[in-house]
């Protein structure tokens, strides 16, 4: 889908946040040209964020990165104004949140967002069930409808049955998740999470990427995702904000940041990448030269196999979804017995894959005859064949755009 047709959830134009008593002269000085340490060397102002423009899209999982001191951090804590923008506007759902008053912001929190930290954040002499009920208590919800909202939210990240456990009990992975399960249980329709993977172990660190992988494809929750660490970003991101010195210096895809890196600051940023991780089936995948029509029979079946020099073909129907694949022995047998369809002489001993497939887990799917694989939409219809040369072709082709 295109941004232009999507819903925007979250629209931030011309935000700047700075740390100090005089934010006006900050920024004046930062109009005339001023650099960030200048500004701070001249004035002992910090320029946290310098006009920060992008949306966020309904249902989206947006990372946000970059070093510390980049700005990432300030900038989450912008969205929900826990710290309070120097200029800028930042709208939800029509919403400028910048112009509420104290008490309108709370209900917009409540309403709009929910955040997880890095630290857990659990109360330690409270249960599983009463962390992850704790926000609809503030909320003043009733006992057992919190009880069974939040039970219902920690099934959801795989904690039914520790519902009595305390935090000490719990390893940092499954403590994380009754800090996901809070959030989820809120109801917010934005989900702030601060680094929330970085206290964990790699192997759950992983783990955990998953599950939120997989909680997103459920429940499209808009996510803000703060990571300094790039594999991170590129396992779960739809989108990328990469930040350096409270400025943003790309957005895009996990793909046009390691594809078309705006700068040299990015190049670096990415250098060392695994690109058969990133690259795709639909970077090597070609234009089927044949496929054969369920309804052909035997003889217009070789002669097409005949003119494009294959001994296998893809047959589809005519919307072009995948029926199985033809061998030529089959169809020549089916001829010499006279049969007017191929309809019986299909086989399944073939591997399919979607676009978004990585090139890395296609070197293992080749069987012993070589066929190419078939690249099929979510309907199952053919886009395309990935043959094995195109595979090493197209990581070739990364390697030597990395030694450039």
């Not at 659990?122 to 409808?145: M, S, Y």
């Not at 795989?158 to 000490?168: C, H, K, R, S, T």
């Not at 992988?213 to 429940?219: F, G, Y």
């Not at 022995?329 to 978004?356: C, H, N, S, W, Y």
């Amino acid at each position: 889908m295109q941004d232009a047709k999507r819903n925007v959830k979250i629209r931030v134009r011309n935000l700047s946040k700075v740390f100090g008593k005089h934010p006006k002269k900050a920024l004046e000085m930062r109009d005339q040209g001023l650099s960030r340490s200048e500004i701070f060397d001249k004035t002992g102002q910090t320029l946290g964020l310098s006009n920060i423009n992008f949306d966020v899209y309904e249902g989206e999982l947006l990372v946000i990165m970059g070093l510390s001191g980049s700005g990432k951090s300030t900038l989450i804590r912008c969205l929900n104004r826990l710290f309070e923008p120097s200029e800028g506007e930042i709208v939800i759902d029509g919403e400028d949140i910048t112009s509420l008053g104290v008490k309108a912001l709370r209900e917009s929190r409540r309403r709009h967002f929910s955040m997880v930290f890095q630290n857990f954040a659990l109360f330690p002499h409270r249960t599983v069930q009463q962390n992850a009920e704790f926000g609809l208590e503030i909320r003043g919800v009733d006992k057992a409808k919190r009880k069974e909202i939040a039970a219902n939210a920690l099934k959801q990240v795989g904690l039914e049955g520790w519902e009595d456990a305390f935090p000490n009990q719990l390893s940092g992975g499954m403590q994380q998740r009754v800090g996901l399960a809070r959030a989820l249980a809120n109801d917010a329709t934005v989900l702030l999470m601060d680094e929330a993977f970085s206290a964990l172990d790699p192997l759950i660190r992983g783990d955990m990427q998953e599950e939120l992988q997989e909680l997103q494809s459920r429940m499209q929750k808009t996510t803000v995702f703060i990571t300094h660490d790039l594999d991170e970003a590129l396992n779960i991101a739809d989108r990328i904000i990469l930040l350096k010195g409270g400025e943003i210096v790309q957005i895009g895809t996990p793909e046009d940041i390691l594809t078309n890196p705006a700068d040299d600051y990015v190049k670096r940023f990415v250098e060392g990448v695994d690109m058969s991780r990133i690259l795709t089936a639909e970077h090597a995948m070609r234009k089927v030269r044949a496929v054969a029509r369920d309804s052909d029979g035997p003889r217009t079946t070789l002669r097409k196999m005949h003119e494009n020099n294959i001994d296998s073909i893809y047959v589809t129907r005519r919307d072009r979804t995948l029926q199985g694949l033809a061998e030529v022995d089959a169809i020549m047998q089916a001829a010499d017995e006279g049969k007017d369809t191929i309809e019986g002489t299909l086989t399944q001993d073939f591997r399919t894959v979607g676009p978004d497939e990585p090139l890395q887990n296609l070197f293992s799917m080749f069987s012993e005859k070589s066929f190419p694989i078939a690249v099929v939409d979510a309907e199952k219809r053919l886009l395309g064949v990935v043959v094995k040369g195109a595979v090493l072709d197209q990581l070739a082709q990364a390697q030597a755009g990395e030694d450039e």
